[in-house]
């Protein structure tokens, strides 16, 4: 099987060719940790880029990764991230309340994960199913209690689904529609589960933020979209659903969910969708020169970390990574910290002892951190960098050095997490 093929058409509207804006050195998949430094050290490293559509604007990547190289051997269960628990519940309440579907109705979760999403409707007494294309964790979830297909989703799946289950009152899939590069596959699948009068839940980064907090660490070989409201709304266009509101939440520091329904639904289509799409176009996300400030500002990330590398390199400064994490060797490679930092802290069980793909850094527990008192520990796990730092203030403490790539470049020592301390008691006070 070939593993990396190029697409040259929209993902969207099928327009081509697509402009690419920033190409970026290739780097290896992010979740394929070895047994050893050398196997690590040689691991096949993929291109990647970030393109843009001159018809409709979509933002997306071109190369494409098999999904038998890119998800086997995945390990993110989404039960086991420190903020997803709490905002599935706070989420799943929401959409109980704000749409009340009948009791027993059947809810369905597209790349459903470990089931996390579907727990809180089924305990509220839904009819629940999962799809979740990795296999190993499709298990899992079912010996948990939550019915799940361990298949990828396609037309086909869902004529069968339909056929046995009936239609769905609500379809969800959050953080799904980045990875699939079949999106008209997905939302004809999507169509034909979901009840006429039913809503479709998404959950997506939100290109806004990746552009104007540079969120350079959400572009990795799994996300192949990086969606807008204007984006969305032209897909299902195609299949006479369409966006009706949006709700902009700080998961993964700036996501958007979407509610959206056939286009003869019930639900009126909201004064606010209309202000963040008039935002967008003011804004030029769907032109090169929107892409063109990313990039611009990725340099300018890129040569910051340069700037403090070469610091490291000339006073014998030791350096750490925290995380094992997805976008680690994706921030690694484009950001200029190749050869920097000699090993990475975390505490996952399918990671310590491990070798990180690429880069060969050794996994070690975080308990390692004060006991080797790096003189520099760089947050790789970006999305939890504050709750990293309040946890090891004892680091701090010791003379250490926390760095934080995104979204707000910083040096965060002793000094500086004290004042930031005295600074949130007098904003709460």
């Known amino acids: 099987m070939k593993r990396l093929t190029h697409r040259t058409s929209c993902r969207v509207c099928g327009h081509t060719p697509l402009e690419r804006i920033i190409k970026f050195d290739p780097i290896a998949l992010p979740m394929k940790f070895e047994a050893t430094r050398e196997?690590?050290?040689?691991?096949?490293?993929?291109?990647?880029?970030?393109?843009?559509?001159?018809?409709?604007?979509?933002?997306?990547?071109?190369?494409?990764?098999?999904?038998?190289?890119?998800?086997?051997?995945?390990?993110?269960?989404?039960?086991?991230?420190?903020?997803?628990?709490?905002?599935?519940q706070e989420t799943a309440a929401k959409i109980i309340e704000r749409f009340r579907p009948a009791p027993g109705s059947l809810i369905i979760d597209i790349g459903s994960n470990d089931g996390s999403f579907l727990r809180p409707f089924k305990d509220a007494g839904y009819r629940v199913l999962g799809i979740e294309m990795v296999k190993e964790i499709a298990a899992q979830a079912q010996r948990d209690g939550i019915e799940t297909i361990g298949e990828p989703l396609s037309p086909n799946i869902a004529a069968e689904i339909r056929a046995k289950y009936g239609p769905a009152a609500i379809i969800t899939a959050f953080n799904v529609l980045a990875h699939s590069d079949d999106l008209h596959s997905m939302v004809r699948a999507i169509q034909s589960m979901i009840d006429a009068k039913g809503v479709f839940v998404y959950e997506v980064q939100y290109l806004r933020d990746v552009i104007d907090r540079t969120l350079v660490a959400t572009v990795f070989h799994e996300h192949l979209s990086h969606h807008t409201v204007k984006s969305m709304r032209r897909l299902l266009s195609q299949y006479y659903m369409d966006v009706f509101d949006v709700d902009l939440v700080p998961i993964q520091h700036g996501s958007m969910i979407g509610y959206a329904q056939f286009q003869s639904g019930p639900h009126q289509v909201s004064?606010?969708?209309?202000?963040?799409?008039?935002?967008?176009?003011?804004?030029?996300?769907?032109?090169?020169?929107?892409?063109?400030?990313?990039?611009?500002?990725?340099?300018?990330?890129r040569t910051r970390c340069e700037a403090l590398v070469s610091l490291w390199r000339?006073?014998?400064?030791?350096?750490?990574?925290?995380?094992?994490?997805?976008?680690?060797?994706?921030?690694?490679?484009?950001?200029?910290?190749?050869?920097?930092?000699?090993?990475?802290?975390?505490?996952?069980?399918?990671?310590?002892?491990?070798?990180?793909?690429?880069?060969?850094?050794e996994v070690l527990p975080t308990s390692e951190l004060l006991k080797r008192q790096p003189d520099y520990c760089v947050i790789l796990a970006w999305v939890h960098a504050q709750r990293i730092i309040d946890q090891n203030a004892e680091y701090l403490a010791r003379?250490?050095?926390?760095?934080?790539?995104?979204?707000?470049?910083?040096?965060?020592?002793?000094?500086?997490?004290?004042?930031?301390?005295r600074l949130s008691v007098m904003e709460n006070a």
């Open 314 to 361: 000339s006073s014998g400064a030791t350096v750490a990574g925290y995380g094992a994490a997805m976008s680690g060797p994706g921030l690694i490679s484009m950001l200029g910290l190749t050869g920097a930092i000699g090993y990475i802290v975390d505490d996952h069980p399918q990671k310590v002892g491990l070798f990180s793909p690429g880069d060969g850094l």
């Open 399 to 421: 003379g250490g050095n926390f760095v934080v790539l995104c979204p707000d470049f910083r040096v965060v020592s002793a000094q500086e997490y004290s004042e930031a301390e």
């Open 271 to 301: 004064t606010f969708l209309g202000y963040l799409q008039d935002y967008e176009k003011i804004m030029q996300y769907d032109k090169p020169e929107g892409l063109r400030k990313f990039a611009r500002n990725v340099y300018e990330l």
């Open 39 to 88: 196997a690590a050290q040689a691991a096949p490293r993929y291109p990647i880029s970030l393109n843009i559509c001159s018809d409709c604007g979509h933002v997306q990547q071109t190369e494409i990764v098999d999904d038998e190289t890119l998800w086997v051997g995945y390990t993110y269960q989404s039960s086991h991230a420190p903020v997803m628990p709490r905002h599935f």
